[in-house]
């Protein structure tokens, strides 16, 4: 697991803050697949729920999906989308609670059976929180560990309720989460969690309430679990140690020596006297807590092993990891059977009834058969070896060539994913992407849309990247990431206002052809479009609450005071939002964003209600869309001198430096230069100080050339009388000057221009 930043995971820099980012995340397809891997599974039966089996999967894409299950088919019922990260691990907690975390270094807890809506979001962790663990019995008792070494113990119950709570909480060290052992976790079943729709009131952290601490951990943790009823908790992680703790006051009890490499999933039996650890030295360790030492060892796998399940009576455990392979192993008899294998590796396994599903690296879920409960009619079927208890002792076999045919070929049945993009290219025009995922599809996204504009299918990357070459320079307003398994784009002030393009050029109706058209302001406005209608919907209808009547720019600070939103006095001026920035409805893009309060959340535009404000919004994003104020940018001049060709008769036309908008075409330089030719009386400049004359007079000069009314672009009159040259390279007429600067110029110096005449063709 590599660590990357999060958005406004900022908590333990004393360096300035800087303006937090906005994101939002593309997706070509519907709501009802994952883009990514699936790092955990939880599986819901029908004796806690509505008579249908569930099936929850959390996933590297950073949501969970409810699937309700058939006995060959599976359907997407939910989709809970709040984290901003990789969700790494998902228990569930009583009857219908979902707890889930993330390497956004939150926990999150939904109720089962609902739409998806995050109920709370619980924040004590300092870095990325890689595993839960519940207890069967105790249901308000979860345990979570992550990278930072930190291990807390929660009253689920508490933390999601915390007046009912208040009196027996002990604060006495809120920042790290250390409490003493009056605050004991209690068995009491679950109070069902009302929904809210307030982002604020999501992912704010419950004051009052402080985990328990399981303090001693010096390094990363990957694994834990936890007895029924909750009275013991084991962990492990990077320091190759089976830590055990009482989780009722977060004190140790033992250390267990034994792996040699990182500890990365966990088992333990109902009572609590054996547990299994699976390690990256491809050891499987059972372990007699009584006792305090380990009692076997199982060398199954040929590589790290990454997950582990276990038959209810404690009897046999399923095993998979790296080396891409699934194993049956009989903990008494040391027999193991290899039942399938993988094109990926294996991350988490969750046995159902007599099947087992299998959650790996890809995208889709994979149901096998498993015999869960009764795992000897598989050995009945022979292909059985005896597991060493040495790790070389399977490498020595694989070398031997003996390595065991798998029991089962294919599953009983997939869910499938869609292909996480992997590579991508973000082209010059700076507003298409080209990607590729991992099927080795190749598609072209238009990123001011959020929509895939050509699939090309399985074509050569590089190739079509050459192919869609284009010299052409614009600025770099945006950044893209896909560690979500699909493309992300990111904003950040004031970079991503650097952009500009006329309106001709993105094919904008009912605007001057010259008007200058900021890229990442127009795409802002496209992407909370929704949330714009909804908020105007909001505003008018408390107005008419109070008795007053409002037109849309009417609707002040009347309706709300004491927000900075509200100061929206032109709401609907200038809000239309063109076609070339108009956001898919169907695939819906999600935004990952923070405000003043309450942490990053994630959403899409279209779920939401307009109620979000400073809380839930960067400040600068809102300037943009309710006020039209961009923040200083950025010099969007370029300076150049302009010359006539070297042995040219033709006069100079100016002396000094000169500057005008780097978007300025060549063909404008051009009518520049006609017309001064054409009117020598206005020559004269002698004193250098043309700069403001150029950039304004060449758009006066653009937007009243009859050309362009009569349909026809500058450079195709029939007998063009200019040339405009660099480096000796005649330019063409729609060159931007950037664009000469970027590819003909090439030097850090102010450009250079040469005109000359041509005669009549």
């Known amino acids: 697991m590599h660590r990357v930043s999060s958005v406004g995971n900022n908590a333990n820099s004393n360096r300035p803050r800087k303006e937090k980012r906005l994101r939002y995340v ?16 939880a599986v819901l039966k029908s004796s806690f729920s509505d008579g249908c089996n569930y099936l929850f999967t959390g996933s590297r894409d950073g949501t969970l999906k409810r699937w309700a299950l058939d006995d060959d088919a599976a359907t997407c019922s939910a989709t809970f989308e709040s984290h901003v990260d990789w969700v790494n691990d998902t228990v569930i907690a009583g009857d219908n609670t979902l707890v889930s975390c993330s390497s956004d270094t939150t ?168 547990c299994l650890s699976g390690s990256s030295d491809s050891m499987i360790r059972l372990w007699d807590l009584g006792q305090q030492r380990c009692v076997h060892s199982y060398a199954v796998h040929m590589d790290s092993v990454w997950a582990l399940a276990s038959t209810p009576t404690f009897s046999h455990v399923y095993s998979g990891g790296r080396d891409l392979s699934l194993y049956l192993t009989d903990l008494t008899t040391r027999e193991s059977l290899l039942l399938c294998t993988k094109e990926h590796p294996i991350l988490q396994l969750a046995l159902h ?6 959650a790996t690296t890809d995208s889709s879920v994979h149901r096998w058969p498993a015999e869960g409960k009764n795992p000897q009619k598989v050995f009945q079927r022979g292909g059985s070896f005896l597991a060493g208890n040495l790790s070389f002792s399977r490498a020595r076999v694989s070398l031997e060539g003996s390595t065991p045919a798998p029991v089962y070929k294919e599953p009983i049945f997939t869910i499938p994913g869609t292909p996480a993009i992997v590579h991508y290219e973000i082209l010059n025009n700076r507003r298409h992407v080209l990607t590729k995922d991992t099927a080795g599809s190749v598609k072209l996204w238009e990123i001011t849309k959020g929509v895939v504009i050509e699939d090309y299918g399985q074509v050569s990357f590089d190739e079509k990247k050459e192919q869609l070459f284009e010299m052409v320079s614009i600025p770099a307003w945006f950044t893209v990431d896909t560690r979500l398994g699909s493309l992300s784009v990111h904003l950040d002030t004031p970079q991503c206002f650097s952009a500009e393009m006329y309106s001709a050029d993105l094919n904008i109706t009912g605007k001057p052809e010259d008007d200058k058209v900021n890229l990442a302001r127009e795409t802002l406005k496209g992407l909370l479009a929704h949330w714009m209608t909804k908020r105007r919907q909001r505003l008018g209808s408390q ?88 923040p200083p940018r950025e010099n969007t001049k370029c300076s150049f001198y302009l010359y006539p060709c070297e042995g040219s008769a033709v006069q100079i036309l100016t002396q000094g430096k000169l500057s005008a908008p780097r978007i300025l075409r060549i063909h404008k330089v051009v009518n520049y230069v006609v017309e001064k030719l054409d009117k020598p009386s206005d020559n004269a400049n002698t004193d250098g100080t043309f700069s403001p004359g150029l950039g304004g007079r060449l758009q006066h000069l653009a937007v009243g050339d009859g050309s362009f009314r009569s349909g026809l672009k500058p450079w195709q009159k029939p007998r063009p009388s200019v040339e405009i040259l660099c480096n000796n390279q005649v330019l063409s007429p729609d060159m931007s000057l950037a664009t000469v600067r970027a590819y003909v110029w090439k030097k850090p110096e102010d450009l250079v221009l040469n005109y000359r005449v041509i005669q009549g063709r």
């Open 107 to 274: 926990l999150k807890t939904w109720n089962c059976l609902s739409d998806g809506t995050c109920t709370s979001t619980l924040r004590q962790h300092s870095d990325y929180v890689t595993c839960l663990a519940a207890a069967e019995k105790n249901t308000n008792v979860v345990a979570s560990g992550g990278l930072g070494g930190e291990v807390f113990v929660w009253d689920i119950e508490a933390a999601v309720t915390p007046l009912s709570k208040s009196s027996d909480v002990l604060e006495d060290n809120c920042s790290n989460g250390i409490n003493g052992s009056a605050n004991s976790l209690s068995i009491s079943s679950l109070r069902t969690i009302s929904s809210s729709n307030s982002i604020a009131a999501q992912t704010a952290q419950c004051h009052g309430y402080v985990p328990i601490c399981a303090k001693g951990h010096k390094e990363s943790v990957y694994a834990l679990a936890i007895n029924d009823s909750g009275s013991l908790l084991v962990s492990g992680g990077t320091e190759k140690v089976v830590r055990v703790w009482d989780p009722r006051t977060g004190l140790k009890t033992m250390k267990l020596r034994g792996h040699t490499d990182n500890i990365r999933a966990l088992l333990m039996d109902s009572t609590g006297r054996y």
């Open 543 to 630: 107005a008419s609450v109070n008795g007053d009547v409002l037109s849309g720019k009417d609707i002040t600070t009347k309706s709300l005071t004491h927000s900075r939103i509200e100061v929206d006095v032109n709401a609907e001026n200038d809000s239309m939002v063109y076609p070339s920035f108009e956001f898919s409805t169907v695939s819906p893009p999600s935004i990952i964003t923070e405000g003043s309060q309450g942490g990053p959340w994630r959403k899409k535009i279209t779920e939401l209600d307009g109620t979000e404000d400073e809380k839930d919004f960067p400040g600068w994003v809102l300037d943009c869309v309710l006020s039209n104020k961009l």
């Open 26 to 41: 593309l997706s070509d397809t519907d709501d009802t697949k994952h883009c990514a891997g699936i790092n955990c599974l």
């Open 353 to 358: 009834g007599d099947s087992i599903w299998v």
